[in-house]
């Protein structure tokens, strides 16, 4: 027997209208628009009656005064993309697109209804996030966008292209699946730590609706996530969130950080279906720290040496370096609290003779991060950076986009063999602790790298992700073994493979 | 290694068009090479100058799509530029003597269409409108070269002129401030 579906629920809208007399007031767009933000006020409205919340909890938590003015004013800011910005939009192609996904594991299942308003609600806080991509004669750059911002199910594959071409689309993507909050984000608008502070706010405000928690924000504007602040929906945007700080950095004579010998690739063909799989290991904080202290190195260093080794395990190559990419975020250098791209990578290279013993190698490693992750090389390759976009300005973006495809893509991937991203800690008022019981941090798939690896702590919990783009199981096999030698207690989820 | 699954299944992904492009991308390089190497070979009119530009067209609006700022307005002002260039060289090459009577006649319909698509949807056609004002300003200068002789003077191109003064009238009285913050943006060099 054919199951007959569910009709949805139908809002009635007169509740809103006597609940919220002057909502429309606080909307100037278009019609199609102005309708969909009613009606995420109405299924609201609903499901908080159906809970059997007071009218006056349900004013508190849907206050019109929340939306502010984004929906009613005109979009007027716009924002140059900064040196390490610049290169995203010029080298893209066709399905390839620079991004990078975050998500929260709640402890219950999301409500998309308030979900979509907590998105409504704290929109307004992330000017630069409320954008679209343009193209200027000489560079791109972020042009405001004032719409109805859009949550959705996630039904694609994680990480695939974000579509950025037609007139006011957005430039991150957030989906849900059963417990799991995810933004996407287009490298273009952010960093790992600006996309951070995006998501702490976006599920404290999702908190708010859902379980009635007014967390206490006192960590203001800190963008860092290991503060258990997050910033307050109700706060005016402030222009430093915004600035471009590569233009604070002292400039170097000489250049840095971008050329060398290209790094020994992991064995596999590319599979067509980028990515071609997602995993996660889920380790104890508490272990893996106590772990990399027997070697004396750090969780990234202990982690880098573990891909050094698979890494080795995984490639037919009998020489070369392999080279692993490690974004270094550099407000730790320049205090700072944009939420625009600030961070710049150091170069952590073995040769393939050198990787033997994790006894051996991590020393090395912790070496290098060490050296290459200070102030200094840091400071000369923003300089490297900010000259090398000075010296491009005067000449027109069709002439410099060939250019930029080329080295965005092939070759700007073949110096390099993976990448770490370590977002570190992340901390959560402590109100919303208790319904939140881990995140993870997926990096999008490169062009030609196999693997791209990146990792996240959130309490006890340490999520290494790793994005695949070759059917070739032989780096995350390597790598689920030696943490097992290394008796570690590991959980490996993931996606199921994208084939098709 | 045992692997949980905690995403959900996804069905085939539509690769049409993506097959279509990479299909499309091989035949136009293969055809864009053949023809001036047949051209040259069997001689007679240059006609593989005007295929080429047809092949650069296809190339450009569907091999190769803009990845960035691929909106309606932008879009008929390239297929506009395309047809139009086409057009001349057809005149030039193949068969002289009425471009200059057809082409403000496109150009003119075309500005129409994005005149017309601009003010269905102003609220988000604001942010697209440069490639409306390159237009404009082209339709502009091409209809003031006419006054100079060349090419000669004919009502369309009159009317070309015409539509697209109007239109700067118009648009610098109620759409100035937009326009100037447009421009700003789209020549910055920060």
Same mark, same amino acid.
């Given at each position: 027997?054919?199951?007959?579906?569910?009709?949805?629920?139908? $809002?009635?809208?007169?509740?809103?209208?006597?609940?919220?007399?002057?909502?429309?007031?606080?909307?100037?767009?278009?019609?199609?628009?102005?309708?969909?933000?009613?009606?995420?006020?109405?299924?609201?409205?609903?499901?908080?009656?159906?809970?059997?919340?007071?009218?006056?909890?349900?004013?508190?938590?849907?206050?019109?005064?929340?939306?502010?003015?984004?929906?009613?004013?005109?979009?007027?800011?716009?924002?140059?993309?900064?040196?390490?910005?610049?290169?995203?939009?010029?080298?893209?192609?066709?399905?390839?697109?620079?991004?990078?996904?975050?998500?929260?594991?709640?402890?219950?299942?999301?409500?998309?209804?308030?979900?979509?308003? &907590?998105?409504?609600?704290?929109?307004?806080?992330?000017?630069?996030? &409320?954008?679209?991509?343009?193209?200027?004669?000489?560079?791109?750059?972020?042009?405001?966008?004032?719409?109805?911002?859009?949550?959705?199910?996630?039904?694609?594959?994680?990480?695939?292209?974000?579509?950025?071409?037609?007139?006011?689309?957005?430039?991150?993507?957030?989906?849900?699946?059963?417990?799991?909050?995810?933004?996407?984000?287009?490298?273009?608008?952010?960093?790992?730590?600006?996309?951070?502070?995006?998501?702490?706010?976006?599920?404290?405000?999702?908190?708010?609706?859902?379980?009635?928690?007014?967390?206490?924000?006192?960590?203001?504007?800190?963008?860092?996530?290991?503060?258990?602040?997050?910033?307050?929906?109700?706060?005016?945007?402030?222009?430093?969130?915004?600035?471009?700080?590569?233009?604070?950095?002292?400039?170097?004579?000489?250049?840095?950080?971008?050329?060398?010998?290209?790094?020994?690739?992991?064995?596999?063909?590319?599979?067509?279906?980028?990515?071609?799989?997602?995993?996660?290991?889920?380790?104890?904080?508490?272990?893996?720290?106590?772990?990399?202290?027997?070697?004396?190195?750090?969780?990234?260093?202990?982690?880098?040496?573990?891909?050094?080794?698979?890494?080795?395990?995984?490639?037919?190559?009998?020489?070369?370096?392999?080279?692993?990419?490690?974004?270094?975020?550099?407000?730790?250098?320049? $205090?700072?609290?944009?939420?625009?791209?600030?961070?710049?990578?150091?170069?952590?290279?073995?040769?393939?003779?050198?990787?033997?013993?994790?006894?051996?190698?991590?020393?090395?490693?912790?070496?290098?991060?060490?050296?290459?992750?200070?102030?200094?090389?840091?400071?000369?390759?923003?300089?490297?950076?900010?000259?090398?976009?000075?010296?491009?300005?005067?000449? $027109?973006?069709?002439?410099?986009?060939?250019?930029?495809?080329?080295?965005?893509?092939?070759?700007?991937?073949?110096?390099?063999?993976?990448?770490?991203?370590?977002?570190?800690?992340?901390?959560?008022?402590?109100?919303?602790?208790?319904?939140?019981?881990?995140?993870?941090?997926?990096?999008?798939?490169?062009?030609?790298?196999? &693997?791209?690896? &990146?990792?996240?702590?959130?309490?006890?919990?340490?999520?290494?992700?790793?994005?695949?783009?070759?059917?070739?199981?032989?780096?995350?096999?390597?790598?689920?073994?030696?943490?097992?030698?290394?008796?570690?207690?590991?959980?490996?989820?993931?996606?199921?493979?994208?084939?098709? | 290694?045992?692997?949980?699954?905690?995403?959900?299944?996804?069905?085939?992904?539509?690769?049409?068009?993506?097959?279509?492009?990479?299909?499309?991308?091989?035949?136009?390089?293969?055809?864009?090479?053949?023809?001036?190497?047949?051209?040259?070979?069997?001689?007679?009119?240059?006609?593989?100058?005007?295929?080429?530009?047809?092949?650069?067209?296809?190339?450009?609006?569907?091999?190769?799509?803009?990845?960035?700022?691929?909106?309606?307005?932008?879009?008929?002002?390239?297929?506009?530029?395309?047809?139009?260039?086409?057009?001349?060289?057809?005149?030039?090459?193949?068969?002289?003597?009425?471009?200059?009577?057809?082409?403000?006649?496109?150009?003119?319909?075309?500005?129409?269409?994005?005149?017309?698509?601009?003010?269905?949807?102003?609220?988000?056609?604001?942010?697209?409108?440069?490639?409306?004002?390159?237009?404009?300003?082209?339709?502009?200068?091409?209809?003031?070269?006419?006054?100079?002789?060349?090419?000669?003077?004919?009502?369309?191109?009159?009317?070309?002129?015409?539509?697209?003064?109007?239109?700067?009238?118009?648009?610098?009285?109620?759409?100035?401030?937009?326009?100037?913050?447009?421009?700003?943006?789209?020549?910055?060099?920060?």
């Amino acid at each position: 027997m054919v199951k007959k579906q569910k009709k949805p629920q139908v $809002p009635d809208r007169s509740v809103r209208k006597e609940l919220f007399p002057d909502l429309e007031h606080h909307i100037h767009l278009p019609s199609r628009e102005t309708r969909q933000l009613l009606a995420d006020y109405d299924r609201a409205i609903n499901l908080y009656q159906d809970r059997g919340l007071s009218d006056e909890e349900i004013c508190k938590r849907l206050a019109t005064e929340r939306l502010g003015g984004f929906y009613a004013h005109a979009p007027v800011r716009w924002y140059a993309l900064d040196p390490a910005e610049k290169l995203y939009p010029l080298g893209m192609r066709q399905g390839e697109m620079p991004l990078f996904r975050m998500s929260v594991y709640l402890r219950a299942e999301v409500i998309p209804e308030l979900l979509q308003m &907590a998105l409504d609600f704290m929109i307004k806080r992330f000017p630069s996030f &409320a954008t679209t991509v343009k193209s200027g004669i000489f560079w791109h750059y972020l042009d405001s966008t004032k719409k109805h911002y859009t949550i959705e199910e996630e039904k694609g594959i994680a990480c695939s292209p974000i579509h950025v071409a037609s007139s006011g689309s957005q430039v991150f993507r957030i989906q849900y699946h059963q417990n799991r909050i995810s933004v996407e984000f287009f490298h273009v608008v952010t960093d790992g730590t600006g996309g951070m502070v995006f998501l702490k706010t976006l599920v404290s405000e999702y908190l708010r609706l859902a379980e009635g928690i007014e967390p206490e924000r006192k960590a203001g504007r800190c963008p860092m996530p290991a503060d258990p602040g997050v910033w307050d929906p109700e706060d005016a945007p402030d222009e430093r969130e915004t600035a471009n700080e590569f233009l604070h950095v002292e400039l170097f004579k000489g250049s840095s950080g971008f050329t060398g010998k290209p790094g020994v690739q992991l064995g596999g063909k590319l599979s067509k279906m980028k990515p071609y799989r997602i995993l996660h290991f889920e380790m104890s904080a508490a272990e893996l720290k106590e772990k990399a202290h027997q070697y004396q190195a750090s969780i990234t260093a202990y982690m880098l040496g573990i891909m050094f080794m698979a890494h080795k395990f995984a490639t037919e190559a009998t020489d070369g370096p392999v080279i692993i990419q490690v974004p270094v975020n550099i407000r730790k250098f320049h $205090p700072s609290v944009t939420l625009r791209n600030d961070s710049m990578y150091a170069m952590i290279s073995l040769e393939l003779g050198e990787i033997t013993t994790m006894e051996e190698i991590m020393p090395k490693i912790q070496q290098q991060l060490k050296e290459k992750g200070a102030k200094e090389p840091m400071d000369k390759m923003v300089s490297t950076a900010v000259k090398m976009v000075a010296g491009l300005k005067p000449i $027109p973006r069709f002439i410099k986009r060939p250019v930029a495809e080329k080295l965005y893509g092939f070759l700007g991937d073949r110096l390099i063999s993976d990448t770490l991203s370590n977002m570190g800690v992340v901390r959560m008022p402590e109100e919303d602790v208790p319904f939140i019981e881990k995140f993870d941090f997926i990096l999008g798939p490169s062009v030609i790298n196999r &693997a791209a690896c &990146a990792m996240v702590t959130f309490e006890d919990h340490v999520i290494f992700s790793v994005t695949k783009t070759t059917v070739d199981p032989s780096f995350e096999e390597r790598i689920s073994k030696l943490l097992d030698q290394d008796e570690l207690t590991v959980r490996i989820t993931g996606s199921p493979l994208y084939e098709y | 290694m045992n692997i949980e699954i905690i995403y959900p299944s996804v069905g085939k992904p539509a690769l049409f068009m993506a097959y279509f492009r990479k299909v499309l991308r091989w035949f136009l390089i293969v055809a864009a090479v053949a023809c001036p190497i047949i051209n040259l070979a069997v001689g007679g009119q240059l006609w593989c100058l005007v295929a080429d530009w047809v092949i650069l067209g296809l190339w450009d609006i569907l091999a190769k799509p803009d990845v960035i700022e691929y909106s309606l307005i932008r879009q008929t002002a390239k297929i506009t530029i395309y047809v139009c260039v086409l057009l001349v060289l057809i005149d030039q090459l193949l068969a002289p003597g009425w471009a200059s009577f057809v082409v403000p006649i496109v150009g003119c319909g075309a500005l129409i269409v994005t005149v017309v698509i601009f003010v269905s949807d102003l609220h988000t056609q604001k942010q697209n409108m440069m490639p409306m004002i390159w237009m404009v300003l082209l339709a502009l200068i091409l209809s003031s070269v006419t006054l100079a002789g060349w090419p000669e003077k004919s009502w369309p191109m009159i009317a070309l002129g015409g539509l697209s003064l109007l239109l700067i009238i118009v648009g610098s009285i109620t759409l100035h401030r937009e326009i100037l913050l447009e421009l700003k943006k789209r020549f910055h060099v920060k």
